[in-house]
């Protein structure tokens, strides 16, 4: 039986909104606390929660080999991938950050035919990913995009990066051993890596409360309850109903929202050049996504599908 059609809408808009607005409280967090910890309390406290979702719903039992698992795709999607956002977080605009993501499709593709996971892309996805590496560069070699400032574009190769070892791990999420249980699995990731993002954020940047306002304190919440939770939920019942390119499309609607969001709460600048990047890469993204039906589109860590059972 088909679900009804207000809460596809409902899950869609939350994808959309929830996670195009994460790039700016995620700025909003960094200014009083520092970015690993951010990141870190963002997913060590969901990944808790939809851990023990999991096993309230599955007794499977949880290996040593599991647990090095996760902790593997663990360190590529939150350590490497959100550490680098987090950290960027503090040089570039929230909008400019959310494009700067949306490559993950670009480089999931790229990845895919290098490891030869999927047959030769065709023109229409040569073209596209040649045309978004184009707009990628204008975003991040031209200093009016950044402010001329060689840190923002610095922290802009991070976040490059991020979306790398994001694409690289979705890639080989479905070889990974893993639980049953998507709930399990993704919360052991989480888990893991927010637990490294912690332990790292107390060796080398410990949180001080001097600075913290209600601010930091709501845009911390809002990451981990709206953003990790809400967020993931709606994904997973989309996963279950909405053929995955549909689903995919949050990938070009997200910066679209962190734009806008960013120019309208921060005061973020949206200068002509950054408006042409974002179409071609855009343009690009979306041009993949929706020639690429029969491939993993880029997801939250884990691409089995969802069981019925374990919907929003």
């Known amino acids: ?111 895919e035919r290098l490891l030869q996971t999927q047959t ?29 400032s060689t840190q923002a574009q610095t922290a802009s190769l991070a976040v490059l990066g991020g979306a790398l070892t994001w694409a690289v791990a979705t890639v080989l999420s479905p070889r990974t051993l893993r639980p049953q249980s998507n709930f399990t699995s993704a919360g052991m990731q989480m888990l893991c890596g927010g637990g490294i993002l912690l332990l790292g954020s107390a060796l080398f940047t410990p949180p001080s409360l001097d600075r913290v306002t209600s601010v930091t ?14 967020g993931f939920l709606s994904y997973t ?11 995919a499309t949050y990938a070009y609607v997200n910066p679209v929202v962190a734009l806008l969001l960013g120019w309208a709460l921060a005061g973020e600048t949206i200068s002509a050049q950054s408006l042409v990047a974002s179409l071609v890469v855009l343009a690009a993204v979306a041009n993949i996504v929706l020639s690429r039906s029969s491939a993993v589109p880029p997801r939250w860590p884990n691409s089995r599908p969802v069981p019925a059972e374990q919907g929003a």
């Open 120 to 148: 030769r892309p065709g023109a229409r996805v040569l073209f596209s990913l040649a045309g978004g590496f184009v707009g990628l560069a204008i975003l991040v070699l031209k200093p009016e995009s950044l402010a001329g």
């Open 237 to 247: 019942y989309l996963l279950q109903h909405v053929p995955p390119t549909k689903v």
């Open 217 to 230: 304190v709501g845009a911390l919440a809002y990451l981990t309850i709206v953003g990790a939770l809400i």
């Open 1 to 111: 039986m088909s679900p009804p059609l207000w809460r596809i809408g409902l899950a869609f808009t939350a994808i959309y909104l929830i996670w195009g607005s994460t790039f700016l409280a995620t700025r909003f967090a960094v200014q009083a606390l520092p970015p690993f910890f951010v990141a870190g309390f963002r997913f060590f406290l969901g990944g808790l929660i939809l851990f023990l979702l999991g096993r309230a719903r599955s007794s499977e039992p949880l290996t040593r080999a599991h647990w090095l698992a996760a902790a593997k795709l663990g360190i590529l999607f939150f350590v490497i991938c959100h550490g680098a956002v987090s950290w960027a977080a503090k040089h570039v605009p929230s909008g400019v950050a959310a494009l700067l993501m949306a490559s993950i499709a670009l480089w999931t593709a790229v990845v």
